[in-house]
């Protein structure tokens, strides 16, 4: 089976993202919502960018934000990658010249196929849990035996994942990648390196393990 890649989301501090960093994430996220517990600030954001090591890729999170405000976040943070989590179309994604990838919320009577059709630029699909007063972030499951195995897209499995679930997760849906904020937190928007370390190992099981939930680089 292909690597499972990993995307850590809601990074608020840079001593989280160098745990991501350090337990081999290929991707951290920045919250630019301004109603997410987890959003920070341009600063904070390019304090944070500015740490990550090279070939990790730093994304930028959204939810129908204003072309001119996402444009100031790209004139002051190197962003890799565009996350949408609103009801943005596929050309105000497409708009600021970077690959982008949309959140799909799983609501009970989606037409999940359909909903990837009418965004033909995008790079992935994230395949969250239905919230719709927080866009996400709110650390329950869906069903995964909704999402279909023969998607012809770069499935990326949100909502619910923590390090004693993420396992099961991955075998169920054979996603490309998997995506956790609060299922490694202390604290909303406060990582925890131990349990980064342990969603990392649950992720890469088959691997050789380098410790007992211990965090990567201690």
């Not at 337990?23 to 920045?30: E, H, K, Q, S, V």
């Not at 960018?49 to 890729?57: G, K």
């Not at 849990?129 to 023969?150: C, E, I, M, S």
């Amino acid at each position: 089976m292909m690597r499972t890649r990993v995307k850590i989301c809601g990074i608020t501090r840079v001593e989280d993202a160098g745990s991501a960093v350090a337990c081999g994430a290929d991707a951290i996220g920045l919250v630019f919502y301004k109603d997410s517990p987890r959003r920070v600030t341009i600063d904070q954001a390019r304090r944070i960018a500015d740490f990550v090591a090279p070939f990790v890729t730093v994304v930028g999170l959204f939810v129908n934000e204003t072309p001119a405000a996402i444009g100031q976040v790209l004139e002051n943070v190197p962003l890799g990658l565009l996350q949408f989590h609103g009801q943005e179309t596929n050309d105000a994604c497409r708009q600021y010249g970077l690959p982008f990838i949309k959140s799909i919320a799983m609501q009970p009577d989606i037409l999940l196929a359909e909903r990837i059709g009418q965004y033909p630029d995008a790079r992935g699909f994230l395949l969250d849990t239905w919230q719709p007063q927080t866009h996400g972030g709110g650390g329950t499951a869906f069903d995964w035996q909704r999402v279909p195995r023969d998607l012809p897209v770069a499935v990326i499995l949100a909502g619910g994942l923590n390090p004693d679930n993420v396992q099961l997760a991955i075998r169920q849906v054979r996603p490309y990648a998997v995506d956790v904020s609060s299922g490694v937190e202390n604290a909303k928007g406060i990582k925890s390196a131990v349990k980064i370390s342990a969603f990392m190992k649950g992720v890469h099981s088959s691997e050789t393990e380098t410790g007992n939930g211990e965090p990567c680089g201690s």
